[in-house]
């Protein structure tokens, strides 16, 4: 990655006012950069002192940035560890919890849901996996993300081979059909989940949820005051004994007494009963 030391301390000016936290864009810099420099032709404009000045005057262009700085990349199965976790241990013992209070509806929600790889993944694998299990237990998945595109592609759930690659390759044959290069996913796996447009900085879409996965986006790009935030939002969305799955190399503000992390996963995080 080349160094750009102007452009590193752009983003560190702009990053705070965002609301969000430079360590998380470390990585992804030169991406973000990259469209950066697109918009700043756009605008005709010759370079990050322009930019920069260009926002003082034009307060909406801080949305545009903001636009700028979504990371959106994701796969099916992303950190295989978590799914089996949530297959073998955690969704069973949410499901007894539900049956105990007499309901029949599994509900989870996956915010920041990329192009639908992350809510297809757990459609998958409880068809595969649990359905037989628990035919007592219907599952439903509210998926959201800010990005309409992205939404879009969820909805038509045709992927490249690359974003499959994770994925038991038993799942991956009996799940989708290969056209043209594409992997396009079975209807079936695909009426459990609804998308829907959200902003995850917004009040929460849903409540009296049993498990929300909140990975690789609050907790990795935003600063410290918003995770907050959105955690205690998140608390309020989880039905008491739910589950907050982050990314695996993500974790909680310190001091959130409302949840308290899994022995076995440290991206795991329950909500007392
Ligand atoms: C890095 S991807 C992670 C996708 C998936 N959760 C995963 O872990 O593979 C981050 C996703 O969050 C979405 N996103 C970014 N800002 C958002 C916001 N404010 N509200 C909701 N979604 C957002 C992006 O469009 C992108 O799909």
Redesign the pocket.
Known sequence: MTEDPQWTAFLQWVLPQLRMRWPGFRKVRTQVRKRAHRRMQSLQLDGLNDYRDYLQQHPDEWRVLDTLC??????FY?DKGIYRLLADRLIPGLVEQIRREGRSQLHIW?????SG??PYSLAILWAMQLQQRFPDITLRILA????PH?LNRARTACYPFSSLKELPAAWRESAFTASDGRYCLQETFKRQVLFVE????CPVPATSLQLI?C???VYTYYDEGLQREITQRLVDALQPGGLLVV?SHETLPDNIPVFTPLSCNRAIYKKPV
């Open positions: 979504r990371i959106t990349i994701s796969r992303r996956s915010a920041g849901c990329g790889e992350e959201t993300d800010i990005e992205l959200h902003d995850v900085r996965l990975r690789n986006l990314g």
